[in-house]
């Protein structure tokens, strides 16, 4: 009776740690899905977000890149990011590199929205390398709490 109560046991505490397990498993899978970069993506441009009553506005750094290189996509969701910084060739013979701190090559963010945003009044500028998005707050936002009337009922069950 005892070795079957302590088999029963490490089967509930099994199934906990297989439990916990899964969901870790799909919490990570959730995480790799959001960031998942563009083909060949090699780095991600620091990025400020902000949020006033009426708007969000996120700041992209993005030194070197022109407007061109850039790909705007906005869903419910999330904001994406991306595009290619060039690297430009040297004028003068490089005879060794001593050190390189500046990321070339495809660049991906995606920025996860939490807010119920306009997105036909969203808009981007690329300034001094900084590229700025806004995105209009909607009014009318989810999760906002709504009156419901209730009828009295004159005792008749249904």
């Known amino acids: 009776m005892i070795k079957a109560a302590h088999v029963g046991l490490k089967r509930i505490e099994l199934e906990r740690l297989r439990d916990g397990v899964e969901r870790l498993y799909a919490a990570l ?3 790799t899905e959001a960031e998942v970069p563009v083909a060949g ?3 991600a441009p620091p990025v400020d977000l902000c949020e006033t009553k009426s708007d969000i506005t996120i700041r992209v ?3 070197g890149v022109a407007a061109s290189q850039i790909k705007l996509g906005l869903t419910n969701t999330h904001l994406r990011i991306c595009g290619e910084k060039k690297k430009r060739a040297s ?3 490089v005879i060794s ?3 390189s701190e500046r990321s070339y090559g495809h660049f991906s963010r995606v920025v ?5 945003v306009n997105v036909n009044e969203a808009t981007a500028e690329l300034t001094n390398g900084v ?3 806004r995105l209009p707050k909607r009014k009318e936002r989810r999760g906002a709490e709504f009156k419901i009337p209730i009828k009295e009922n004159d005792g008749g069950e249904r």
């Open 91 to 93: 004028r003068n013979r």
């Open 61 to 63: 750094e993005l030194p």
């Open 112 to 116: 996860p929205l939490r807010w119920t």
């Open 131 to 133: 590229l700025i998005v």
């Open 97 to 99: 590199h001593l050190c």
């Open 29 to 31: 899978q959730e995480a």
């Open 41 to 43: 993506a090699s780095w």
